[in-house]
């Protein structure tokens, strides 16, 4: 078989990042430059910043991406890029940037959907992980229950029907003054304090959905923190982390498993910068253990945004030859599963 690399770019949200992946799986190079410190004193993401930054880094990291994989321009074989969701204006300067590229080097261009790079993590991952598995996504904007078929062939059997789990994580650490982002610090706090201090709701829609809501539980806790405040008594926040956390990893773990029942599919894998989350990564072993089920997380830095996720995604594409044209162009809300 032929060896296919290609050259990844990602910049859906604040992170610039470019990649060069060989044949799916093996990462030559996985060059991430974070704006957080930028966005972190503005307590979220500010659109516009975070499309300037990109403006001024995206050269840098596409060169030092390809340096660092140590192959001439002529033995990549595709550009890859994310054309959606996420910020529209971030998504354009990778599009551009990437479009330019492969028409200025006269290789194929494969527009790549954030999501499905997410779930691809799970295959640099894992070598021999192979569909069909259910898969969890959950990041700062997207909370989804894929049923993976086939290489991007993709069922969606449950989503959010409000906040994503990681903008629940941010909007709580915001009151609880931890800062932004709030999950890997609200995953820090919570190893502090007691899991069942409090007892925080966890939504229940009919017992066949595999629907995700937030907005209760986000509610909850903000009552909580205010109610407490009022009585003039100390809000334990260490306590308040933990069992936020418990509640959100209870019901995502609850359905995740529900869902591979659902399919008779015993291999079930995590997506997306909350499938760094400590806890549900511990209480997901465990679980799985108990019903003999395989796991497939990816490692910490394939969580969170970067470019080699979507540089895996473009492989099975390129093998599919699902290639985009120079119309390509940014879809801040794109569908999984959708071109
Ligand atoms: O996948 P990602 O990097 O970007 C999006 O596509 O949204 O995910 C970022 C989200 C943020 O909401 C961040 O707070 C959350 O992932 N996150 C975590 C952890 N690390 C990152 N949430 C919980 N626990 C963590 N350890
Ligand atoms: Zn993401």
Redesign the pocket.
Known sequence: MKTINILAIES????TAASVVQNGREVLSNVISSQIEIHKKYGGVVPEIASRKHIENISTVVKEAISESNLSIDEIDAIAVTYGP?LVGALLIGVNYAKSLAYAWNKPLIGVN??EG?ISANYIEDKSLEPPFVCLV?????THLVYVKGYGDYEIMGRTRDD????A??KI?RALNLG?????????LAKLGNKDAIHFPRAKFNEESLDFSFSGLKSAVLNYINQTKQKGEEVIEADVAACF?EAVVDVLVGKLMQAARLKNCHKIAL??????????REVLQKECENNNFSLYRPS?IL???NAAMIGSCAFFKYNNKEFSDFSLNANSNLEIGKM
């Open positions: 859906s949200c604040d992170e996420g954030h999501i997410h959950v990041s700062g904007g997207h994503a789990a990681g903008e994580y941010d650490a932004y982002p709030g999950g890997p610090n609200i995953d820090k956390q997506a997306g910068g909350v499938a760094s989350n400590t806890r549900l910490l969580c969170t945004d």
